[in-house]
């Protein structure tokens, strides 16, 4: 069966700092993979998404970057991070049946 | 359409009753459409799905009703239990299109 990993699970970083946020896939060969932020109470915001390894499709101007290195591993970056990064950051990996799965969230505290 | 600055609103329901949650879709040529669950502090669960060529579909508990006439999509939950306050979100998606288009979501509330 497919799971999906992110990870840390928590983070707080001071404004300024660089960031890395993971997120794997198992179970699965070539998916679509997604990076979407959520604030606290509202809905979710897609930041980013992948067709294939090295193709990032950016979705809203903004301090983050994508990559993926391999076929089942996506990163969310920065290198100096606002207040206003901080979130729920969910990752998601799209089957071929078009059903799209999410992962466990990093939750980001930018102080 | 986009609608992630905005407060979810909010679905009571006493314990026992039926839920229905309702959302309306964007695309009338979205084909796929998807139920989400999403409790504090976890990512969306995905509950059940539906392909345009049924109005009716159901699992434990949970029935998904389509409306392709007025693009309206709802999620009734019979038998409402604790475990069921979560926040609701529908999906839709054209085929062969890479970007599944979230809802702006409800939050279901159980009263005792």
């Known amino acids: 069966s497919q799971t999906i990993h992110q990870w840390p699970a928590t983070l707080v970083q001071p404004v300024g700092s660089p960031l890395s946020l993971e997120c794997t896939v198992e179970g699965t060969s070539n998916p679509n993979l997604y990076w979407y932020r959520q604030a606290a109470g509202r809905g979710l915001q897609l930041l980013f998404y992948s067709v294939g390894i090295g193709q990032i499709s950016s979705e809203v101007p903004q301090n983050l970057s994508a990559s993926r290195p391999q076929d089942r591993q996506f990163i969310l970056s920065s290198k100096k991070l606002l207040l206003s990064d901080s979130g729920f950051y969910l990752c998601a990996w799209k089957s071929v049946w078009e059903t799209q799965y999410f992962g466990p969230g990093t939750r980001l505290l930018v102080l | ?112």
């Open chain 2, 1 to 112: 359409g986009e609608s992630v600055g905005l407060h979810l609103p909010t679905l009571s329901v006493q314990e026992g009753d039926n839920s229905i949650i309702n959302c309306a879709y964007s695309n009338s040529a979205s084909d796929y459409f998807i139920w989400y669950k999403q409790e504090s502090g976890k990512g969306p669960q995905f509950i059940i799905d539906i392909r345009s060529n049924m109005d009716k579909r159901q699992g434990q508990r949970v029935t998904v009703l389509l409306n392709k006439t007025v693009k309206h999509l709802s999620l009734q939950i019979a038998a409402t239990q604790p475990g069921d306050s979560a926040v609701y979100f529908c999906a839709e998606n054209e085929g062969g299109n890479d970007k599944i288009i979230f809802g702006k979501g409800t939050r279901l509330h159980i009263l005792p």
